[in-house]
Nanobody, 125 residues
Framework: QVQLVESGGGLVQAGGSLRLSCAAS????????MGWHRQVPGKERELVAT???????NYATSVKGRFTISTDTSKKTSFLQMTSLKPEDTAVYYC???????????????????WGQGTLVTVSP
């Protein structure tokens, strides 16, 4: 099993910054990709940013130029640096992690995925 621990959410004024972290631990052979999604009550969860094992990044149009996703050298912890925050960025942010548990899974291209528990980001006007 793999566990994800998120941290870094909170309340910030518009224009401010926050940094979210997501640490993966457990039965991990290697990382495939890491990402952040967010959800507002009553709406579908939406992708915010992803980063592949090789470092390729992808961002939602709404956050490009303001958010930056990165990982540590172990590639088991991801970070989402959020700047120039807007009230519409208010949401519960979820970490998403795709990984291989064994060499065989890696060789066969069969990643597993898991989600963090979510961390609330509130941006006040």
């Amino acid at each position: 099993q793999v566990q994800l621990v998120e941290s870094g959410g909170g309340l910030v004024q518009a224009g401010g910054s926050l940094r979210l972290s997501c640490a993966a631990s457990g039965n991990i052979f290697s990382t495939d990709s890491m990402g952040w999604h967010r959800q507002v009550p009553g709406k579908e969860r939406e992708l915010v940013a992803t980063i592949s094992y090789r470092g390729a990044t992808n961002y939602a149009t709404s956050v490009k130029g303001r958010f930056t996703i990165s990982t540590d050298t172990s590639k088991k912890t991801s970070f989402l640096q959020m700047t120039s925050l807007k009230p519409e960025d208010t949401a519960v942010y979820y970490c998403h992690y795709q990984y291989f548990s064994t060499f065989n899974d890696y060789a066969n291209g069969r990643p597993y995925d898991t989600w963090g528990q979510g961390t609330l980001v509130t941006v006040s006007p």
